[in-house]
């Protein structure tokens, strides 16, 4: 199965984040630059964990025969650093997205100091430099040699690692910071955020009842209900494609130190592995469903190249 899905999900994965990034980077989504700004990120860093994790990874280990070259190429280390880099990024930017939407829904105050262009792009900046230091150890862990296993260690590691208690713990350290806290995170603004919500609309109802008998449409809960689905969304498609494999990762670990006798059949580490990947390649989807004015500039951006062939003929 991987054989096909992993091929035909780099095939998908590159252009669909291409497109997004082309897309929201114009800016005539009808979204603030603040939001623009946070959801290209998320773009790019899911294109990188396409290209560095998906090609450059799971693709060589499921042809390893045609890949044999690898062997010859001691880089995995690195590869490894940019790897959980990018990864981390990707998940991490998910998490800021969810706190700049729960500031502008639930804190009018702080609204116009934080969500905007200027704020993200300094929370951006600072959470890619911390990805890069905090997997820095990976280096460390692991040989230049590539051990092509359709394991979380796809390089050989440096001895006494698997069994080492302090590589252990930083090891776990690292599943709990990405992606443990971040499912937290996620969960906990996304219920303080439906609270406000909830509040505020049973409130502007009560007010519209009072001062109109017809009730017409509050453009402003609508705009509220519209962001409210996006975040939403985003949020439970990340929460529900990573549990999988942050399960495995961390059971792994903990059997590898005899802290736990639960073995997971290998095909939960290959389900992980994909719903992992998976969720790099489908925030498009996300947009071309719950945004309007996104799917007209996908239609444009599709019919461009047919237009332009079209008017050459003519």
Not at 66 to 90: E, M, Q, R, W
Not at 216 to 242: H, T
Request: glycine share 4%; proline share 4%.
């Amino acid at each position: 199965m991987q054989l096909i899905y992993y091929p035909l999900l780099a095939a998908v994965g590159v252009p669909v984040n291409l497109l997004t990034i082309v897309i929201l980077s114009r800016g005539k989504c009808g979204l603030s630059k603040c939001v623009s700004r946070y959801l290209v990120s998320m773009a790019a860093a899911d294109l990188l964990v396409v290209i560095i994790d998906l090609i450059l990874r799971q693709i060589p280990i499921i042809y390893r025969s045609k890949f044999t070259f690898l062997d010859h190429i001691p880089v995995c280390n690195i590869h490894g650093v940019l790897l959980y880099a990018v990864t981390d990024c990707s998940v991490w930017f998910t998490v800021t997205f969810t706190f700049d939407r729960f500031v502008a829904i639930c804190c009018q105050k702080l609204k116009t100091n934080y969500c905007t262009k200027k704020t993200a792009t300094v929370v951006l900046g600072t959470v890619s430099v911390l990805s890069c230091l905090k997997n820095i150890f990976w280096y460390f862990m692991f040989e230049g040699q590539y051990l092509l296993s359709n394991s979380p260690w796809f390089c050989i590691a440096v001895t006494g690692v698997s069994t080492s208690p302090v590589w252990a713990v930083i090891e776990l350290l690292h599943y709990i910071l990405t992606p443990c806290i971040p499912f937290i995170l996620i969960v906990f603004l996304n219920v303080l955020t439906v609270r406000h919500i909830l509040v505020a609309s049973r409130a502007r109802r009560r007010l519209r009842g009072h001062s109109s008998g017809d009730s017409p449409r509050d453009p402003e809960m609508e705009s509220r209900r519209k962001s409210m689905i996006l975040l939403f969304v985003i949020s439970g498609n990340f929460i529900v494609l990573w549990v999988v494999f942050m399960l495995y990762s961390i059971n792994r670990r903990l059997l590898y130190l005899n802290y736990t006798s639960v073995i997971l059949h290998p095909i939960v580490q290959e389900l992980g592995f994909m719903l992992q990947l998976l969720s790099c390649c489908t925030n498009t989807c996300i947009y071309a469903v719950t945004q309007a004015k996104f799917r007209e500039q996908l239609k444009n951006v599709v019919k461009y190249p047919f237009t332009v062939i079209v008017q050459f003929i003519k």
